[in-house]
């Protein structure tokens, strides 16, 4: 079955960084386009970055110019690179396949 295991979450201060990573497997990796999304306490989940299986990237408009995503096919990753954090970035981030398939998510705080 379709597994998406995401690490890299965790505190950080105001204006540092974070690397998200998603480790799936049970899907043709190389032909799936994949995201990360997020969803603050209160909120409705929302997409932050998209990238699909030839590499094109698609970021919300508040991670434009500070997160990353990118992927490895030889080893089935998926990463999202956030710098300049804010509170505001707050979140559970998911890690999605295929617009279809979620990971059970990993906790970013940014708070001092």
């Known amino acids: 079955q379709v597994q998406l295991v995401e690490s890299g979450g965790g505190l950080v201060q105001p204006g540092g960084s974070l690397r998200l990573s998603c480790a799936a497997s049970g899907i043709l990796f190389s032909m799936s386009g994949m995201g990360w999304y997020r969803q603050a306490p209160g909120k409705q989940r929302e997409l932050v970055a998209v990238i699909s299986s030839g590499g094109i990237t698609n970021y919300a408009d508040s991670a434009k110019g500070r997160f990353t995503i990118s992927r490895d096919n030889a080893k089935n990753m998926v990463y999202l690179q956030m710098n300049s954090l804010k509170p505001e970035d707050t979140a559970v981030y998911y890690c999605?396949?295929?617009?279809?398939?979620w990971g059970q998510g990993t906790q970013v705080t940014v708070s001092s």
């Open positions: 999605n396949a295929k617009l279809r398939f």
